[in-house]
């Protein structure tokens, strides 16, 4: 039976050191969040960073902007963010109103303030092994497969979704690490071959958003596995794994809800900090 990769626990443990690396700042690191419109999911997801920002000594500054505002306005507010000083990181809640386009904005976030760690600056810098600014999923991820103490040299590494937040980062930071990486999508899957990639993994990340989509039966004995897919199903919280029958098999396991979702805004502030050290050196 596989043992369970919790994230609160490791999200605790990462926090002690964040705390620690604030305490010895100059200054009080501040986070800059913008939403625009109103909307549930964002609501929610602002209190969860607002009250871990505060029990990490960081300020969160909330601009709440109204549903109408244009692009160019949040482009104002971005470039006058850019430039204070007391500000060290920005984040924009997601979604967007329709009518802004959202890479654009997130280009036009100066690299160095980019907590999220999507500027094409940042992922270049991903792309060299050099990023200190690392998109917050993929990190997550990361420390998950860190914290089950594989030696990810040599290893088959299969990651199931390619999108810009979290497979394809999770890639590179693989490929980092010299684990021989295979990304599997819809391609692979119309292709009716991502049983034979998932079977080979000792490593297998799964970051789709559908639920059963990676049979119990495909898991390698001993692999090591992390669900990053977050799927409602009859009123429950699920994976895109076949939990029951994948932790059988598996080494390591996340749980859905548990796993990944509880350490994203902590790595959101460890980014955080990183960006306020290097400002403030
Ligand atoms: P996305 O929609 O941007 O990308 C989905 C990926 O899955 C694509 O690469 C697509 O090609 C692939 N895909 C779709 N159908 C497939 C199939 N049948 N077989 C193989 N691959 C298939 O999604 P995303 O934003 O990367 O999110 C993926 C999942 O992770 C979602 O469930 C999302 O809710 C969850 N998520 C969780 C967290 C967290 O904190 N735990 C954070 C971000 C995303």
Not at 66 to 83: G, H, M, V
Not at 163 to 177: R, T, W
Request: a neutral charge.
């Amino acid at each position: 039976m596989a043992k369970l990769l919790e994230g609160k626990p490791l999200a605790e443990k990462i926090k002690e050191d964040i705390r620690g690396q604030v305490s010895s700042l100059k200054n009080k690191p501040v986070l800059a969040s913008i939403m625009v419109g109103e909307n549930a999911g964002a609501a929610s997801y602002v209190k969860s960073q607002a009250k871990t920002a505060e029990g990490l000594g960081i300020e969160y500054r909330l601009q709440a902007l109204p549903q109408d505002t244009s692009e160019a306005a949040l482009l104002e507010l971005i470039r006058k963010l850019n430039s204070d000083n007391s500000v060290n990181g920005i984040i924009i809640q997601m979604p967007l109103p329709a009518s802004i386009d959202y890479k654009k904005i997130s280009a036009f976030i100066d690299p160095d303030k980019d907590i999220e760690g999507m500027h094409p600056a940042n992922i270049g810098k991903l792309l060299f092994g050099k990023a200190k600014l690392i998109p917050c999923t993929a990190a997550s991820a990361m420390e998950l497969i860190n914290f089950s103490g594989i030696d990810l040299y040599g290893k088959e590494a299969v990651v199931v979704g390619h999108s810009e937040i979290v497979g394809k980062p999770l890639a590179l930071l693989l490929l980092d690490k010299f684990a021989t990486v295979t990304v599997c999508h819809i391609g692979t899957s119309k292709a009716g071959k991502l049983e034979e990639h998932v079977k080979n993994a000792e490593v297998l990340v799964v970051a789709v958003g559908r639920a059963g989509l990676i049979k119990g039966e495909w898991v390698k004995e001993g692999a090591v596995v992390i669900d990053v897919g977050i799927n409602r199903v009859a009123d429950k919280i699920v994976g895109d794994v076949e939990f029951e029958a994948a932790e059988k098999r598996a080494a390591y396991i996340t749980p859905v809800p548990g796993g990944v979702g509880p350490l994203t805004v902590t790595m959101l502030m460890r980014n955080l900090v990183e960006a306020a050290k290097s400002q403030q050196l």
